[in-house]
């Protein structure tokens, strides 16, 4: 198959998800019209972001990152597209008041700046009910959601992800705090011989979540502990499971900071998984009880005045494994904001990594500094949206260059050398 037929019928695939996804959504605010004239109106939110850029390389734009079991930072240094939305409604309301709302929500990506050909896909569908007295003022869902996923902004690092299909309880109201559980089906799906129609191997894994939140242990500050337990399905397959706790300090110089502790045993670890920095869902069913990763980190996000802000970050992570050696990421990173009006702001991020050697050479270290003049709805934080112009450098040694080239978007274009530069414009929303 040509690359034009092969472009078109990913073309079409996609139109054709997406026709899904909005006939889906016609259908839920059909059903959604028969429920009582007091019924919620429907909401649509999302997020996306998208920009062009050039880089050194004087090819497409590069982005900087060592790959592995690390995760890059993003500002000024996303070579994607990205887009997800998605449409909440009320269903129906009983009598006694207990709401029933439905959420269909779809995601495009790709890995370039051109949503063209992006595969569309529904990462949404769900329906909770709410206002049920026998939960004490807790929601009962099914479906496929997000699911308690908090994140470092300035890595996109979604330190704890619950993401799938499943059902649960969520925030019963339990002694000073909330409880939730919720059951998962995750990677369900078998490999299957097309000669001799047997199953080969089966990923599949049932997880358990267990939550409980807003437990107060100082003013303004309040504690969150998760346990995953995951079961493998086949045999010669294993379980895991992960612990993680977090304490939330609120009013903090007009933010927050979130100190967390996280350890994971074989799929508990996320290694293997829908990403590899996720805990919480089932990585791979392949890693036994030898494999265990520790994270330890300090999120911080301050607005001590109303023209001056800045996120910070301080992580440790080590990864183990009876097969390798120990691997250890630690990283720093401060994105301090100026706003110099309403709608400008002068931003910049300073980051640097390291990643140690899995084979005992040289750890891997890559610092990148961001400076973006930025136009925005406001001067706070967290306002978006944002247009931004953005100049990135980076810097790594040696011992990096193989893995800044395979993170690269574009490619291995940096070849042996261990500096590039960026420049370009991104928008960002959420909505």
Known sequence: MNSNARNLNTRSAAKATLATMVALAAAMMGSAGMASASEAEGEFHGYFRAGAGVSSTHGAQTCYGLGGNSMKYRFGNECDSF????????????????????????????????????????????????GLDFLNGGVAWIGKRYYFRPDI?????????????GGGLDRIKAGPGKFSYAVFKDNDFNSIDPKTG???????????????????VNANGTVDAVLSLISADAQGKHGGWQLSMFHRQGDFFGGFNKVGVQYGVGPGTGIGGPCCDRMGAAGSTDLGSDVK?????????????????????????????????????TTLGARPVYALTQNFKLQAEVATSRVTSLTGGDAMRLTKVTFAPTIAVGPAYW????LRAFVTYAKW???????????????????????????????????
């Open 198 to 216: 047997l199953r080969t191997d089966a990923a599949s894994a049932l997880r358990q979540n267990f939550a409980y939140e807003d437990l107060p």
């Open 383 to 386: 306002d978006r949206p944002e």
């Open 397 to 431: 040694n040696d011992a990096a260059t193989a893995a800044v080239n395979a993170a690269n978007n574009s490619g291995p274009v940096f070849g042996s050398k261990t500096s590039g530069a960026s420049a370009g414009v991104q928008v960002e929303a959420w909505f």
């Open 293 to 329: 990763r520790l994270r330890i980190f300090d999120n911080i996000v301050i607005q001590p005045t109303g023209k001056f802000s800045m996120e910070f970050v301080a992580l440790l992570q080590k990864d183990k494994s009876a097969a390798a050696r120990t691997q250890t990421w």
């Open 153 to 165: 902004h300035m890595l996109d690092l979604q330190y704890i992800n619950l993401n799938g299909t």
């Open 83 to 130: 887009f997800e939305g998605g449409y909440t409604k009320e269903l129906a309301k009983s009598a006694n008041g207990v709401s029933f709302v439905g959420t269909i929500w779809g995601v495009a990506y790709t890995p370039n700046s051109d949503f063209g050909g992006g595969k569309v896909e529904l990462a949404k569908a769900y329906v909770e009910a709410k």
